[in-house]
Structure formats: C-alpha cells, structure tokens
C-alpha cells in the first residue's frame, strides 16, 4: 500500500504571504496529481507532474515533482483569500494496464484578508 | 462539455435503511471511481469501475458495492447504514487507464 503524507495538516496565513505544502512517501509514483477542493464541493484537479524534477506554474502556484517521483511540493506566493481550501495531492501508480491513485489526507489552508 | 454528475447533492437516511447513489461521467470517460470523504480519515478509496467491471476495491465491508453501466454511469449502495457512513462520497472519472481523475461534487450523506 502506498501512502502519501502531507504536510502541514492546517496552515492560516495573512494575505500577501508565501507557503509551502509538502506531499511525501517512501513509494515511487509515475505521476502525481494536485487538486483543490473547496468546502462542499468535490477536489478539482489543479496539476499533473510526470518526470522527476519536474516544475510547473501556474499564475502564483509552483508545483515540483521530486528527483526520485516520491515526494511533492507546492508553492503559494502571495496568497490570497480565494486560495482557501484543501489541497490534495494524490500519486498515481501503475499496475499492468491500470493506473490506481492514492492520496494524502490534504493541508487545509486559510487565507485571512 | 459536462462534468462529472453526481445525484443527489444531499441525503439524510436513518440507521438500518440501504441508499443508492449515482455518478454520470464525463462523456467518453469509461472509468469511474467511488471514494469516501470523511474529516478525520480523509479521501478512502472505494472501488473503480471500468467498462462495466470492477477495476480495484478499496478495504471496505460487502454492504458498500456499486456497478456500472453501458453507457458508463455508475451507482454505488449501501446496505444497513451506520451512523459512521455518514460522510461526503465522491465519483471520479477517467478517459480511460491513464491517471487524470476528475471529480463530481459529491453527495453529502446523513445517517441518523
């Protein structure tokens, strides 16, 4: 079984300021997925990473995918109350013809004005 | 293009009862997931569906199952529902084998 660890669990910051979430496991993944998933709402997919090292941005998130495809990070700079929610990160790993995601149980960010 | 639809948003069952929930995938998505939400364990795996056979399955009792159909919509039901059910259940789907899921907006269950 494969398990993803996230870190920080909760994070409440001012607006303006920068964080960084971490996603971590001892297992290899072939990609690994982030989503955003607002109260009462379902997880809406923000990023795929495939290859290790791999960075991608996207407006003010920055999204690395580790050397080794074990471990994750994401970087908020300049927060805003809108980037309020769970963040989730979930690894995709491949078993013959399928492909079985699993995910951390998420950082629960807040942005105060 | 339509996104994942999940039916109904809400749904307040008393203790014993059986509920039947439903997910209409993306179209031309042939993979549908079911997950578990809850505050203190997070996103459970369920079971995945996938032209109409079950994929993978999650570590959870007989009285959760699902199906899927023809046309790829799914439904999941649980039977003799406890009280500890109540959470948010999601449906995923997928174009197809490969990785990016895409959710619907879940159904909030009640037991009571």
């Known amino acids: 079984t494969q398990l993803l660890e996230q870190s920080p669990q909760f994070l409440s910051i001012q607006e303006g300021e920068n964080l960084t979430v971490y996603c971590n496991s001892s297992?290899?993944?072939?990609?690994l997925q982030w989503y955003r998933q607002e109260p009462g709402e379902g997880p809406v997919l923000l990023v795929t990473v495939v290859t290790g090292g791999e960075v991608k941005k996207l407006k003010r998130l920055t999204f690395q995918f580790g050397d080794a495809r074990k471990d994750s990070s994401l970087h908020i700079t300049a927060a805003q109350p809108g980037d309020t929610g769970l963040y989730l990160c979930a690894g995709a790993v491949r078993g013959g013809s399928n492909y079985k995601l699993t995910f951390g149980k998420g950082t629960l960010l807040t942005v105060n004005p | 293009k339509a996104g994942v639809t999940q039916t109904p948003r809400y749904l307040i069952k008393t203790r014993g009862q059986q509920v039947t929930l439903s997910c209409s995938p993306i179209?031309?998505?042939?993979?549908v997931s079911w997950y578990q939400q809850t505050p203190g364990q997070g996103l459970q795996f369920l079971f995945e569906?996938?032209?109409?056979?079950?994929?993978n399955k999650g570590n959870f009792p007989g009285r959760f199952s699902g199906r899927q159909f023809s046309n790829s919509r799914s439904e999941m039901n649980v039977s003799t529902l406890e009280l500890g059910d109540s959470a948010l259940y999601l449906c995923?789907?997928?174009?197809?084998?490969?990785?990016?899921?895409?959710f619907g907006q879940g159904t909030r269950l009640t037991v009571v």
């Open positions: 995923a789907s997928r174009r197809g084998l490969d990785t990016e899921a895409f």
């Open positions: 179209s031309g998505h042939r993979s």
């Open positions: 569906y996938f032209s109409e056979t079950q994929r």
């Open positions: 297992s290899v993944f072939s990609s």
